[in-house]
């Protein structure tokens, strides 16, 4: 998360390029791979998420599984199905086809 000035204050903010544990890198660069997938699955759910105007809860609904099971896998904590990975693609899709 980062933090951004408002009028009260520091607020921080959530940003889809941030760390997700187990993230970093050796010497050379290399990632752990399934650190990397979780990853790179969680920002691209977060990020289609988003554009779909959709909330964790809402998405959870419409695919038909746990609100806490999205927010695993959106903070990399989860490494989902197959069978739940198409829920979550097959609700964004009719989201964003009903925009």
């Not at 187990?22 to 977060?46: K, M, Q």
């Not at 909330?55 to 904590?77: D, M, W």
Request: proline share 5%; with cysteine; glycine share 8%.
């Amino acid at each position: 998360m980062t933090a951004r000035p408002t009028s009260t204050g520091l607020r921080r903010v959530a940003t889809i390029n941030r760390p997700i544990r187990g993230d970093s890198a050796d010497a050379a660069g290399n990632v752990p791979a399934v650190a990397f997938a979780r990853a790179t699955l969680a920002r691209g759910i977060i990020r289609d998420r988003a554009r779909a105007g959709l909330s964790q809860a809402e998405l959870a609904r419409r695919a038909g599984i746990r609100p806490e099971t999205v927010c695993r896998i959106e903070r990399g904590r989860h490494t989902p199905s197959v069978a739940t990975i198409q829920r979550i693609d097959r609700a964004i899709r009719k989201a964003l086809a009903g925009r």
